[in-house]
């Protein structure tokens, strides 16, 4: 791999960004930042899906006009990613010309080419999703199994049609032949099921009588494109597409998705690219969701909200950033709360990363005035803490997936644990009282700060901002651009920085 594309969904803007928004963007930059210190020339893009009728209806509650309501909000979003220390290539809204222009073009073709139908429908429709429902998406209630708490509609009206049957045979010989195509394989499953039976047809259309903020049907102006068959094509208007060398990225295109939106990316979108002649992405990683404390869907009655920014607020980007990587499980769905980021930011982070800075350094400077002490002799137990530190590090010095992310991260901190005992164990404290081991004192901080090092290396993918700034005060800055870790990079006499707390504890 040496170039790579990696996307976020769009996300709505009917309301202010949450957690579930923060997760897979703080994802994607992850492996953005991964992808980048392997070498692989990396773009990320994220954004806003400005268009439907829930946005619209989000506006109109406020008594907004509509353009300067997704002004509003897409700016929120905007600053919510760049909080999160997010750096993306591409900031989406699928309200700018450029792309309104080639979702319409690529919507003549599909009608040129004789792709879609114009039927009478009558359907159940969820707002939640933006999706006409069948009768297995929905509970016993009636109720979209998605969105419980909001009701559907019943609607009967004229729409255009895509007819996905005639590809879906296509798509599962694709699978077949690229196994990867979603991950992990407990999706790739659910995708399987999905195209078991024979599809519907997907209805693309939307009576502007009913919705009028999308883009306008070429072919019949009292129409806007359905949500999806517009907010999907971002992945490739933001390359420049159907122009602008954009297969140079499109051809490494990696999809990151929370399960919810498995069938659009998975189903939907391959057969609206076959329909459209383009290469099919070469990867969807999906990813479970979080649930507020008690195990169950975030919501305001419950009082189990996350809200990222107040996270931020109270405890840093990097506390969420780090919560997020190191405790979502791969397949399933995880827990979340303010107690539990507190946890993990006071006991992992703060214990066994910053506590171990703050004490190595704090001692070295105090000892040694303000110089980083000098390398002896090494013993076997100060060999054996650099090879762990190496060995954890080494993880992060090559590409990983999205699944992957939780159990580096783990070992980071593992390591990072491994190097307290060690520190401990050795107590330069007491080596420094007797002139004889004086200078093996020296060595046992040279060891601890230098493999601690390295572990900061790796851990500016994760937690960009608190790792270099431990990395100042180790007088060790890493340029950007291509890493591999290595032991004794340490400057022996080099001057520390100011020692400041890392992660100053939150009660
Ligand atoms: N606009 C569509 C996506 C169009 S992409 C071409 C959409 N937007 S959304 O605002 O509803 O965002 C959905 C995404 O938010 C999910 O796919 C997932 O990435 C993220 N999450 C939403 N709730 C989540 C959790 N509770 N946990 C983790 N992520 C979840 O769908």
Redesign the pocket.
């Known amino acids: 791999m040496t170039k790579s594309y990696i996307t ?5 803007v009917n309301a202010a960004p ?4 923060a ?2 963007t703080v994802m994607c930059d992850i492996m953005t930042r991964n992808r980048k210190a392997n070498g692989v020339d990396t773009r990320l893009s994220t954004g806003c ?1 400005e268009h439907g009728q829930k946005n619209q209806e989000s506006a109109e509650k406020l008594g907004m006009d509509v353009m300067e309501y997704l002004d509003l909000r897409s700016s929120e979003f905007k600053k919510a990613f760049d909080l999160l220390d997010v750096d993306y290539d591409y900031f989406v809204r699928t309200t700018r010309p450029f792309h309104k222009e080639q979702v319409a073009a690529m919507e003549q073709k599909f009608m040129d080419a004789g792709l879609i139908i114009e039927k009478q429908y009558t359907g159940i429709y969820c707002k939640g999703c933006e999706q006409f429902k069948t009768e297995s998406d929905l509970n016993d209630e009636g109720r979209c199994v998605d969105h419980p708490n909001m009701d559907v509609e019943e609607i009967d009206e004229k729409n255009y049609f895509f007819p996905l049957e005639p590809f879906r045979q296509r798509l599962l010989d694709h699978i077949e032949a690229n196994p990867d195509f979603v991950q992990p394989p407990k999706f790739l499953s659910e995708l399987k099921n999905m195209l078991a039976e024979p599809l519907e047809d997907l209805c693309i259309s939307r009576p502007k009588s009913r919705v009028s903020l999308g883009v306008t049907l070429p072919f019949d102006e009292d129409f806007v494109t359905y ?2 068959f517009d ?2 094509i ?2 490739l208007t933001n390359l420049g597409w159907p122009g602008n060398d954009y297969q140079d990225y499109w051809s490494e295109v990696e999809h990151v ?2 399960k ?2 498995l069938k ?2 998975g189903v939907y979108w391959p057969i609206i690219l076959m329909g459209m002649g383009e290469t099919l992405p070469k990867r969807i990683s999906v ?5 507020g404390s008690g195990g169950v ?2 919501s305001k009655s419950l009082g189990n909200v996350v809200d990222p920014l107040e996270i931020v607020e109270k405890f840093g980007a990097d506390a969420l950033r780090y919560y997020l990587a190191r405790h979502m499980r791969a397949e399933n769905d995880s827990q979340i709360s303010v107690e539990l980021i507190q946890g993990a930011y006071n006991g992992e982070l703060g214990n066994k990363v910053g506590n171990l800075l703050s004490r190595a350094a704090k001692f070295s400077v105090d000892r040694f005035d303000g110089k980083i002490p000098t390398k002896g002799t090494l013993t076997a137990e100060d060999e054996a803490a650099r090879a762990i530190a190496l060995k954890a590090a080494q993880g992060f010095a090559e590409v990983f997936a999205l699944t992957d992310i939780p159990a580096r991260t783990e070992a980071l901190v593992q390591a990072a644990d491994e190097l307290n005992n060690y520190f401990t164990a050795q107590a330069p404290w007491k080596l420094i009282k007797d002139p004889e081991t004086a200078d093996r004192a020296q060595t046992v901080l040279y060891v601890t700060l230098d493999s601690l090092r390295v572990l900061l290396e790796a851990f500016r993918q994760i937690i960009p901002t608190s790792a270099d700034k431990a990395l100042a005060i180790l007088a060790a800055p890493v340029e950007e651009g291509v890493w591999s870790p290595e032991l004794d990079r340490l400057e022996e006499g080099g001057t520390f920085g100011e020692v400041v707390a890392l992660f100053p504890r939150v009660t």
Request: net charge negative; hydrophobic share 35%; glycine share 10%.
């Open positions: 976020t969904p769009i996300y709505y949450h957690l579930g928004h997760h897979t899906d949500v999806w907010a999907l971002n992945y998705i929370g919810d939106i659009t990316h990813h479970g969701h979080w649930l869907k975030m």
